[in-house]
């Protein structure tokens, strides 16, 4: 693969979107013209994925199902987005990747860690990312930041089950040194990203400018 992927881990409300938004800015503004993708979404089979995921009807969803549809939704992603762009030599920066899986399903939910990241292999044709930022956020505070929303299905859940992902998030980079760095969501939105462009810099041997 010729291209760089760059994805951003972390519970909802840790501040994900803004980062993205702002490091693809600084791409631009480089000369660098990053794809943005979510997941789940980025294609029109995994939009309609996301759309069954995060409905408040579909509340007894089971976990096993919850997890295949994740990375159903994933595969799908990977085929048609994110392999033919990294082989294009482009930047590609995900909202939320292989990691969530983990943290969510394994951690929150509970499921074998070690099966979900074989069906995450299978799933990305053993594609990782070259780096992924997780913002760590108190999920107390995270809550507090979407509180103006309604929730979905996966956010009203409840703290404890929160408290698991992120203990999630850790074990996750732990085992990942290579790829994962963690950075702290509690500061201000500019220090954050400085720290974001450091890590991005570093892993990436890149000279992009942090001003």
Same mark, same amino acid.
Do not use: W
């Given at each position: 693969?010729k %291209?760089k992927?760059?994805?951003?881990? %972390?519970?909802?409300?840790?501040?994900?979107?803004?980062?993205?938004?702002?490091?693809?800015?600084?791409?631009?503004?480089?000369?660098? &013209?990053?794809?943005?993708?979510?997941?789940?979404?980025g294609?029109?089979?995994?939009?309609?994925?996301?759309?069954?995921?995060?409905?408040r009807?579909?509340?007894?969803? &089971?976990?096993?199902a919850?997890?295949?549809?994740?990375?159903?939704?994933?595969?799908?992603?990977?085929?048609?987005?994110?392999?033919?762009?990294?082989?294009?030599?482009?930047?590609?920066?995900?909202?939320?990747?292989?990691d969530?899986?983990?943290?969510?399903?394994g951690?929150?939910?509970?499921?074998?860690?070690?099966?979900?990241e074989?069906?995450?292999n299978?799933?990305?044709d053993n594609i990782?990312?070259?780096?992924?930022?997780?913002?760590?956020?108190?999920?107390g505070?995270?809550?507090?930041?979407?509180?103006?929303?309604?929730?979905?299905?996966?956010?009203?859940i409840?703290?404890?089950?929160?408290l698991?992902?992120?203990?999630?998030?850790?074990?996750?980079a732990?085992?990942?040194l290579?790829?994962?760095?963690?950075?702290d969501?509690?500061?201000?939105?500019?220090?954050?990203f400085?720290?974001?462009?450091?890590e991005?810099?570093?892993?990436?041997?890149?000279?992009?400018?942090?001003?």
């Amino acid at each position: 693969m010729k %291209g760089k992927f760059i994805t951003f881990e %972390g519970i909802d409300g840790s501040g994900k979107t803004t980062q993205i938004n702002l490091l693809e800015q600084k791409l631009i503004k480089e000369g660098i &013209s990053p794809l943005i993708l979510r997941e789940p979404g980025g294609t029109r089979l995994s939009e309609r994925i996301r759309q069954i995921l995060l409905d408040r009807k579909n509340i007894n969803l &089971s976990s096993v199902a919850e997890s295949l549809l994740f990375v159903a939704a994933r595969a799908q992603l990977v085929s048609d987005q994110i392999k033919p762009a990294l082989e294009q030599g482009k930047y590609v920066i995900c909202d939320r990747f292989i990691d969530s899986t983990v943290a969510y399903q394994g951690y929150g939910r509970r499921l074998n860690v070690e099966y979900l990241e074989q069906l995450n292999n299978y799933a990305t044709d053993n594609i990782h990312p070259d780096i992924t930022i997780i913002l760590d956020i108190n999920p107390g505070k995270a809550a507090l930041r979407k509180q103006s929303d309604t929730p979905d299905r996966m956010e009203d859940i409840g703290i404890d089950f929160f408290l698991r992902v992120q203990k999630g998030y850790y074990e996750i980079a732990n085992r990942h040194l290579k790829r994962c760095v963690i950075i702290d969501g509690n500061l201000s939105e500019n220090k954050v990203f400085e720290l974001v462009m450091k890590e991005v810099n570093k892993k990436l041997s890149k000279g992009i400018s942090c001003n």
